[in-house]
């Protein structure tokens, strides 16, 4: 089963916000991993529950009226509700469980029942881009892990070519960085090169470090296990001059030892047999691999390599007693930034027309001069991505910039210069996350794994009107991990698409400032107090002795 998002001026559906999210919904399945099972990314991320549900929302949403809500419960839509004209026209939860259910095998067993699915952050939300949404993260976060050096003659270790994963070579490549990344499956490693995403594909380690140190390839990829392959290199880099990788770090899916980690000493095709026949021996098994590659990465770090976890939640699955000396992406690096909100906002021009990215991409370019890092990303972004399904970008934008933004662009399509464009997060944002392994790792106030924040971020998002609201809920084996919520608003060109997009936009990365100032950080309370901001902070210590 193949799926393509429609493209064109002509739609389906009752209203432009109803067809952009539908194309949305197509587009996740054009660039997602393993479309026919609806799996989008991160090994079992899924659209929606299965193919009856899928086809179910498609016809919902051909039918909804802009005064009437879509509700969805974990994939599947369960009904249609009357609301009114500027609310969500979807709403959607997806594998929110109370806390003593939220374990792995309560989840696997209700997965196997069809009884929920793990929604990822952007899969079940349809806001999904392919690589393209992670790739101006991860050029932030090599960025700011370079703290300031050049990229060139620079070089990163890594593993993993997956949905997310294929982002790495690009982004290092942006900043002069070449790649050596590990991957298994050699099916990914020719669907990146096919898309340009790669320079060379060496035979063996050898030739690998050969190419990847003397410049002849800037984006190098090696079929083989991560954990055996990042082994060899720390036992070389022992070896007095050994040029040890200046990055490490890794994408495969290791936050899922039964499905996303290739355990050592198996093939592809032993892997799929012996999960199905003894789960518990591949997680062991995978657990023990992960094991070594920490070890491995441990090991360049003291060599002299920067080392950090992505996101994988390698640290957590492999229980290597040292793990957690790896740190975590967003406190090492990160937080400084959603501190003033800034974090991956994404647009999507829904008609699928290049010259519509193209106007987006030109607005943003312009209007934020203060910050010239923008225009140096859309310039970048516009010459280096290749492209993958509607035409898309994501950019790292602040509060007050993506409404800004979002609002001009509006105004575009209501001139007629620009089709209609769907705005966007990935859910790993500032007020949109909780995972105590990634996004609020090391919190100043110890709030790392309270799901507060999310949650009313959910709130004020149905509040401000935006047209899609999504809670998710899962991590890490899919249980207990994380909570986040996921926003999409369409620019339709009318007025009350502008107030929409003004309202959610800065009601969502308003609360990513408070959240960070109520938790101590000074670059957040400054954004609050910064001059003609929004945002309002209740202190209550000041109301101690009244
Ligand atoms: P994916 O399932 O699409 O790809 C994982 C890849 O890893 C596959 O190509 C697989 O063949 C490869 N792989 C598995 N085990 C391997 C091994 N032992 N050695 C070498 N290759 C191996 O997953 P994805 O969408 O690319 O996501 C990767 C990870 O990144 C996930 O854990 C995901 O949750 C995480 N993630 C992080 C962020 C972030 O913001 N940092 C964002 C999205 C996803």
Known sequence: MTVRALRGSERRCRSWRAEALLRMLENVLEVGERPEDLVVYASLGKAARDWPSYRAIVAALRELEEDQTLV??????????????????????????????????????????????????TAAAWQYIGRQGVLAGTYELFRAALAGQPGEGRWVLTAGLGGMGSAQPISAGMLGLS??????????????????????????????????????ARAVALRGNAATVFTDIAARAQAPGFDVPDLVTDQTAAHDARYGYLPEGLDLAGWHELRERDPAEVERRARESMSRQVEAMLALADAGSVVFENGNNLRVQASHPRAFEIPGFMEAYLRPLFCRGIGPFRWVAVSGDEDDLAVVDGLAATLFPERPEVAEWIKLARERIPPQGLPA???????????????????????????????????????????????????????????????????????????????????????????????????????????????????????????HATAGYPEAAEAVDAPGSDVISINTEEYRDA
């Open 393 to 515: 970008r994501s950019c790292w934008l602040g509060h007050g910039e993506r409404s800004r933004l979002a609002v001009a662009v509006n105004d575009e399509v209501r001139a007629g210069r620009c089709g209609p464009v769907l705005f966007s997060r990935d859910h790993l944002d500032s007020a949109g996350m909780t995972h105590p392994k990634i996004g609020t790792e090391g919190m100043k106030d110890g709030s790392d794994g309270v799901t507060d924040w999310p949650l009313l971020d959910a709130m004020l998002l149905s509040a401000g009107g935006a047209d899609l609201v999504a809670v998710h809920s899962g991590g890490g084996g899919y249980a207990g991990w994380m909570q986040s919520a996921g926003v999409s608003v369409v620019a339709d060109g009318t007025p009350a698409a502008a107030g929409r997009l003004q309202l959610a936009l800065d009601l969502d990365s308003g609360l990513g400032v408070l959240r």
């Open 179 to 216: 790649t050596l990344v590990v991957e298994a499956d050699p099916a990914k490693i020719d669907k990146l090169r096919d898309a340009g995403g790669l320079d060379a594909v060496a035979g063996d380690l050898d030739e690998a470090l050969t190419l990847v140190r003397s410049g002849a």
């Open 72 to 121: 969805l419960q974990t994939g599947r839509p369960v009904g249609v509700l009357r609301t009114h004209a500027n609310a969500p026209m979807v709403v959607s939860a997806v594998n929110n469980t109370v806390g003593r259910w939220a374990t792995e095998e309560r989840f696997y067993q209700r997965m196997r029942d069809g009884q929920t699915i793990w929604g990822g952050l």
